[in-house]
């Protein structure tokens, strides 16, 4: 799940340099437009659908783990 | 922790220092509360979404939109809305998707069945295409010229005037006052009423609209132009901001339109559409702007005014053939008091 995550990543940064510690903080170009792409392709590539309060919470590799974990888990 | 709710009437002034902060001073909605509540709230709700963070008293973000049963509550089951402003706050600099979750806040409400946003920008194509909008594209701009005038100080003709379209037996006349009593079909989604017409057009607060029945033969009434006089640089022009009723077998009406132009002394009149097959138009008596063309030159922006053809993109995600005009959303809103 990680590294299916770590590879969505790194299409959406287009960067191979990118690790799980990853978050707005640590990525200057983690913007609205990225936030968007990120969302869309995970929920294309796991299968699952956010929450809008989820979307807005969601600021770091960790925070989107936890709630694909946590979907998958339902 | 972000909290993601719709306000009520006491959020007003909050909306109103957001609006004022994070996208423009002295903005029409900042300044005028009837303008606010005259296009947002019904009943005790405002119908803005935003974000909250805890500790925070300015909003994160905000997410304003209009519905159609705005201007008339029978259309509430038809589920129609529109995107109005659309802003995160400068201190949310990146990450937290704030604009992207109020949108499907919004998008989640069981009364909202189609969702437009009109007057996007370039760049927020590929996002709402991302989104799954079923039309992401460009609204049509069409024109008819009034040879009379000497000097265009509004619009830039350098081109050879077209002929003359025939003569029709359908004829133009000005309604001075709508009523409710006036029986006439829309044909085109989303669905309005004449009431919708009157609340939107003829009670709004600030701008003056004028309405010009197209009658048929017969006299029958078919379609109902809303519009409004620009005034630039001492020039007017005559802008339709919606058309109400069925225009797909009207045939020219370019006489009555340069009739009503000369009587103004206006430059032209212009329509911006996306929906309406062009031929319409064309058969009217408009000609459809070329954007990228600069020989022909019909403004769109006017507060302040921008001498420019512009492209006014939409992105709409509806399940049915979609039609908009000028007037849907806040694109026909007074930019300046």
Redesign the interface.
């Known amino acids: 799940m990680q590294d299916k995550l770590l590879s969505i990543f790194k299409k959406v940064f287009k960067s191979d340099a990118i690790t799980p510690d990853a978050?707005?903080?640590t990525l200057?170009n983690?913007?609205?437009?990225k936030?968007?792409?990120l969302?869309?392709a995970i929920e294309c590539d796991f299968a699952i659908s956010?929450?809008?309060?989820e979307?807005?919470?969601?600021?770091s590799f960790s925070d989107l783990l936890n709630i694909i974990k946590s979907k998958k888990a339902q | 922790?972000?909290?993601?709710r719709v306000c009520h009437k006491h959020d007003a002034e909050r909306i109103r220092l957001f609006i004022n902060s994070q996208w423009r001073e002295n903005h029409p909605l900042a300044l005028s509360l009837q303008l606010l509540e005259w296009q947002h709230l019904t009943q005790s709700t405002y119908h803005f979404f935003v974000?909250e963070e805890n500790g925070i008293d300015e909003f994160a973000a905000l997410l304003g939109f209009i519905p159609t049963w705005q201007y008339d509550e029978e259309l509430r089951t038809s589920g129609d809305c529109w995107a109005a402003i659309w802003k995160?706050a400068s201190h949310i600099t990146?990450?937290?998707?704030?604009?992207?979750?109020?949108l499907?806040?919004l998008l989640?409400q069981s009364e909202v069945k189609s969702f437009a946003a009109i007057g996007i920008s370039s760049?927020a194509n590929?996002?709402f295409g991302?989104?799954g909008f079923t039309m992401v594209d460009k609204l049509e701009h069409y024109y008819l010229q009034n040879p009379s005038i000497d000097e265009y100080k509004i619009a830039v003709f350098n081109t050879t005037l077209p002929s003359s379209p025939m003569i029709s037996g359908f004829s133009l006349k000005k309604i001075p006052n709508l009523s409710s009593g006036i029986s006439l079909q829309h044909a085109y989604r989303p669905l309005k009423t004449i009431p919708y017409i009157i609340n939107r057009y003829q009670r709004h607060p600030i701008y003056t609209y004028e309405f010009y029945g197209a009658y048929d033969p017969l006299a029958r009434l078919v379609a109902i132009f809303v519009c409004r006089d620009v005034s630039e640089a001492g020039a007017t022009c005559v802008r339709i901001v919606d058309i109400f009723g069925d225009i797909s077998s009207v045939p020219s009406l370019y006489h009555p339109w340069l009739e009503i132009l000369r009587t103004k002394k206006a430059e032209y009149v212009d329509v911006l559409n996306y929906g309406i097959a062009p031929e319409h138009f064309v058969r009217m008596g408009f000609n459809r702007l070329e954007h990228d063309d600069c020989a022909v030159i019909v403004p769109n922006y006017f507060e302040p005014f921008v001498r420019k053809n512009v492209k006014i993109e939409a992105a709409v995600k509806a399940d049915y053939d979609y039609v908009i005009f000028k007037g849907d959303g806040d694109q026909d809103r007074p930019n300046r008091l």
């Open positions: 978050s707005h903080t200057d983690w913007d609205s437009l936030q968007l792409a969302i869309v956010f929450e809008p309060e979307i807005a919470q969601a600021t | 922790m972000s909290v993601l974000a995160v990146k990450g937290g998707g704030l604009g992207f979750a109020l499907r806040k989640a760049d590929s996002q991302a989104l």
